[in-house]
């Protein structure tokens, strides 16, 4: 267990922590400890947002700040994933040919161009996220790690190897699914808690990102890879951050 969590940390983020045994027998457990990075990531959001709302900082500053501790925290681990699929789903190929283009190590256009409008949008809603609803986006990183590791150990590897598969395939998937499932419903149960309307519509909106993630990869790869997991959790991401500024606006 310990060796799992040590793993979850070292694999995705960027927080130091001691070497930790790779071999598959030592990580069964890895994906139960995943949600626990979105709750380092929620942490630092909310006492950021706190200081700048008793400093009085601008609220550009603000947005950027809360931009940049998720990429900081994960060291832009699920961006690459992200950016890595918009190229491959960018490209209109066959399904094999995609899964050579995530494999690329080059940056092509599209990736370049949609990673730019990506921040530009986040950065803009959080700038509209009001400080009464940080609370429901601390937590929101948990909910949508705990959707993610859910995929992992539930979807269909569309390569059946890589990293991703590494982590699939030495995991104790019934335990972890279990855990996985109180994550959601903590977290889930947590922000509607603290507000009905916005913590209620960001967690549908996760839930919603997690069908469409599940009908994408298979329509268009065969399964998940661990780009298409970045991809998803950045998307999961921008859309509940969505549903809680436009439900801030309305209510």
């Known amino acids: 267990m310990i060796n799992s969590f040590l793993l979850a940390f070292a694999m ?8 930790a045994d790779w071999s598959k027998e030592k990580m069964k457990y890895v994906m139960c400890f995943f949600p626990l990075i979105g709750l380092v990531i ?28 998720p990429i900081l925290v994960t060291g ?27 494999k690329d190590s080059h940056t092509g256009a599209f990736a370049i161009i949609f990673g730019g409008v990506y921040l530009v949008a986040l950065l803009g809603i959080w700038s509209g996220i009001p400080e009464e ?14 959707l993610s ?9 569309a390569r059946g190897s890589g990293t991703l598969a590494t982590f699939s395939d030495g995991a104790e998937k019934r335990v972890t699914r279990v855990v996985l499932l109180l994550y959601l419903l903590l977290a889930g149960g947590g922000m509607v808690v603290l507000s009905p309307f916005g913590g209620g519509a960001a967690a549908g909106a996760g839930c ?7 009908y994408k990869s298979y329509r268009e790869f065969g399964g998940i890879t661990g780009d298409l997991a970045g991809w998803f959790l950045e998307l999961c991401e921008l859309f509940m951050a ?7 606006a309305l209510w």
């Open 76 to 102: 832009g681990i699920h961006m690459d994933g992200f950016l890595d699929t918009v190229d491959a789903l960018s490209s209109h190929q066959t399904k094999e040919r995609k899964l050579e283009i995530l």
């Open 42 to 69: 929620g942490g630092g959001v909310w006492g950021f947002s706190r200081l700048c709302a008793l400093a009085g900082f601008p609220e550009l500053f603000r947005a950027a700040g809360l931009l940049l501790i």
């Open 149 to 157: 590791g859910l995929s992992v150990v539930t979807f269909r590897n």
């Open 242 to 248: 969505l549903a809680v500024a436009l439900s801030g």
């Open 133 to 146: 609803s940080m609370g429901v986006m601390a937590l929101s990183f948990v909910f949508s790690r705990g």
């Open 12 to 19: 995705y983020s960027r927080i130091p922590v001691p070497r």
């Open 208 to 214: 919603l990102m997690f069908v469409y993630y599940r």
